[in-house]
DNA sequence: TATTTTTCTTAAGCTAGTTCATCGCTTTGA
DNA sequence: TCAAAGCGATGAACTAGCTTAAGAAAAATA
């Protein structure tokens, strides 16, 4: 049996919730464990889960019409991830989601989420949090897309998520951050001698 | 008085909504003129209104360390606009949010806002289903801004609004698309002379 | 443990996009 | 109605970041 408590951490941050709806919620979720390389979502297929990193390390990722790979969102512990998209509009995704690593994920599948939201006020309430969170966030990453250079995004990165850069490819960082690997490749190595 | 059919039909297409919470939720909105140049919101202020677009044009943009200014987001007749990260967390501001033309809008203010999500089921599932459309429409702005060309992402933003490229001052667009007045220039001009 | 595959580094040459500067054309405002 | 300011076009010089290529290091797999 895993243990449920950052989920559940996770959740109060957002909102207070009864312990019975907190029960309710959480009894929606199922645990999966997923193998590194697996993929959770393709393109072409509906996003069935919005999912929640319990264990492990993701990336979603496109593929464009030159056969590059641009990393769009990185997941691990106790973070979120889905094809956003697809998700919510249950339409085809566009974006693989992959585990980098072995990892134990929780998922509720669209159905079930659309039922909480449906006949529960506080799980409504909190995923109109979640919502509203998740587009706060993606404005203030277009912004920094928008005003920073490729090596402020890095250095903007590594200080929000000084534990996490140490885990993720770097290629998958590099594209992440809207640059070549090569290019990344040379600004740390600008970095370690300007030392 | 506005004629506020507009709006109606905006959040008809979201929603579902009792002849009842239609009137609350119009009646919870202000009509407001304003001129052109004239700031909505600003940096360092909390902003307090989501705004709908009756008439009228909207920019929101940032000015970097340097100076430069970047438009983060365009709305004309019935987009939606704020800072959204300010509104959402009711934190200070760090865009402008600045009238194009003279113009009317519709404002809300954030208590009213939550009174209504608070109070209502139908308006806070309203609310929810703009959250994650925003979020969606964020995310599909991320994808576009990691996978294109400056000359692709103008070809897209051309397609997808062509009756407003028109509105638009240039160098606003051109920030909005992740380059500088000039090299969008160039682009327009080479497409004249392939033409 | 050896072998294969994937990732990272380095460096040279290149190009998409920027910067700077100049010139008309419009708007704006006094 | 005239001056001032703002906007878009153009071109030359520049640079941030990309491409290509090849080797070194690390990780996966047998």
Redo the contacts with the bound molecule.
């Keep these: 049996m895993e243990d449920l408590s950052p989920f559940v951490e996770n959740i109060n941050r957002k909102a207070r919730l009864s312990p019975e709806n907190m029960a309710l919620l959480t009894a929606a979720f199922k645990v999966v464990k997923v193998k ?1 390389k697996q993929l959770l979502i393709q393109p072409g297929f509906v996003a069935k889960y919005r999912i929640y990193v319990l264990k492990g390390a993701f990336h979603s990722y496109v593929i464009d019409d030159k056969g590059n790979e641009h990393t769009i969102q990185f997941a691990v512990e106790d973070w979120w991830l889905s094809d956003y998209n697809s998700y919510i509009h249950q339409t085809p995704a566009t974006q693989f989601v992959e585990a980098l690593e072995n990892s134990i994920i929780l998922q509720v599948d669209y159905q079930a989420e659309q039922q909480l939201k449906d006949t529960n006020w506080e799980l409504a309430t909190l995923f109109r949090l979640m919502a509203e969170q998740t587009a706060a966030y993606l404005a203030r990453r277009i912004v920094s897309n928008l005003t920073q ?3 402020e995004r890095y250095n903007e990165f590594v200080a929000k998520y000084p534990q996490v850069v140490q885990r993720l ?3 998958a960082l590099a594209s992440y951050l ?9 600004i ?2 600008d970095k370690v001698r300007k030392k």
Tied chains: 1, 2.
């Design positions: 590194r250079s490729a090596e490819p770097q290629y809207n640059m070549t690997r090569e290019f990344l490749s040379k740390r190595n």
